[in-house]
């Protein structure tokens, strides 16, 4: 079944507009990134995929072709809001499954729903979607 990000109403967009301030943490140097990573998860606990980040025990899961499983999976861009990083793993309100969306899709999705969270810079969204699971004990 596609999904329309168009569809997913302006109530949605609201609800998540209020969490989307962009993160006032500094990149670190290499020694800093744990605590840095953190940091930013911290200020955006809110976020479902924030949550399923750091408890991916309470978290729906998808099989993958290896026989793993995730739950979650990220993307970086620079996009009309600046740079992002965003899922590209969504779950859809009220549903307890994940699905998997093309990038452009979910980068769409995360504009729409406040699912992401702005960097000041490229770098620091690529440092961020590549260093995520530092220090969090999630592979």
Do not use: C
Not at 46 to 52: A, E, I, P, T
Not at 91 to 115: F, S
């Amino acid at each position: 079944m596609p999904i329309t990000v168009g569809n997913l109403g302006e109530n949605l967009k609201r609800k998540y507009a209020a969490s989307a301030a962009k993160t006032k943490a500094e990149m670190p140097a290499d020694a800093g990134k744990d605590l840095w990573v953190k940091t930013i998860l911290n200020q955006n606990k809110g976020k479902n995929f924030v949550k399923r980040i750091q408890n991916p025990g309470d978290s729906p899961v998808t099989n993958n072709a290896d026989g793993s499983h995730s739950t979650h999976r990220m993307a970086s861009a620079n996009n009309d809001e600046g740079p992002v990083v965003f899922p590209t793993m969504v779950q859809l309100p009220g549903q307890n499954k994940l699905i998997r969306l093309d990038t452009k899709i979910a980068e769409r999705y995360a504009a729409k729903t406040g699912e992401q969270i702005k960097f000041k810079t490229d770098d620091q969204a690529q440092m961020f979607g590549k260093n995520y699971k530092r220090g969090l004990g999630v592979k």
